[in-house]
T-cell receptor, first 113, second 115 residues
Framework: DGGITQSPKYLFRKEGQNVTLSCEQN?????MYWYRQDPGQGLRLIYY???????QKGDIAEGYSVSREKKESFPLTVTSAQKNPTAFYLC????????????FGQGTRLTVV | AQSVAQPEDQVNVAEGNPLTVKCTYS??????LFWYVQYPNRGLQFLLK??????LVKGSYGFEAEFNKSQTSFHLKKPSALVSDSALYFC?????????????FGSGTQLTVLP
């Protein structure tokens, strides 16, 4: 089946630790995105990538890092510099024309303990 | 800067009644508009989109949306609500003259359909 796979579904992190969230897609989409979802705030863009080995900061990139070494993969690292990392993280992908919809993974819920 | 407003945090409707979830937008160019639905602890599922053409767009699960350029609105509608429609709904907009990053989401509307 084609789609986007995020793992793990739930993740617990101790303060001061870095954690990496996985996002893999087999849709052959060029563009990939990471969003953060907090209650009542909708989705906020963290990073996006349009091609391999290239990515751009979104609205809330501080404390996060990404890589795009393969077209299929766009992992997100939440670093210890992110002061309030507890949230629901969503990965998405799309083909590049702007009139196309994005497809979303099932999300990773990160909790700092 | 582009923006999306969903003025209602919560909408309650009785099963079998029509439902409307409101969305207004602001972009400098031509808008590409999208509706998504989210069930608890899940990702977003695409419902429908407006790109150009007919102002009434039909989508998945019996949903439709009406694009109104003069009112800059893109309200989601369904003639007869089901309990299973209860979920969180997001409106999103892209500026047709913008870049790939510019997919802006509203804050979401929680729809509850009462049996």
């Amino acid at each position: 089946d084609g789609g986007i796979t995020q793992s793990p579904k739930y993740l617990f992190r101790k303060e001061g630790q870095n954690v990496t969230l996985s996002c893999e897609q087999n849709l052959n989409h060029d563009a990939m995105y990471w969003y953060r979802q907090d209650p009542g705030q909708g989705l906020r863009l963290i990073y996006y990538s349009q091609i391999v080995n290239d990515f751009q900061k979104g609205d809330i990139a501080e404390g996060y890092s990404v890589s795009r070494e393969k077209k299929e993969s766009f992992p997100l690292t939440v670093t210890s510099a992110q002061k309030n990392p507890t949230a629901f993280y969503l990965c998405a992908s799309s083909i590049l024309p702007l009139n196309t919809e994005a497809f979303f993974g099932q999300g990773t819920r990160l909790t700092v303990v | 800067a582009q923006s999306v407003a969903q003025p209602e945090d919560q909408v309650n409707v009785a099963e079998g009644n029509p439902l409307t979830v409101k969305c207004t937008y602001s972009v400098s160019g031509n808008p590409y508009l999208f509706w998504y639905v989210q069930y608890p602890n899940r990702g977003l599922q695409f419902l429908l989109k407006y790109i150009t053409g007919d102002n009434l767009v039909k989508g998945s699960y019996g949903f439709e949306a009406e694009f109104n350029k003069s009112q800059t609105s893109f309200h989601l509608k369904k003639p007869s609500a089901l309990v299973s429609d209860s979920a969180l709904y997001f409106c999103a907009v892209r500026d047709g003259g913008g870049s790939a990053r510019q997919l802006t989401f509203g804050s979401g509307t929680q729809l509850t359909v009462l049996p």
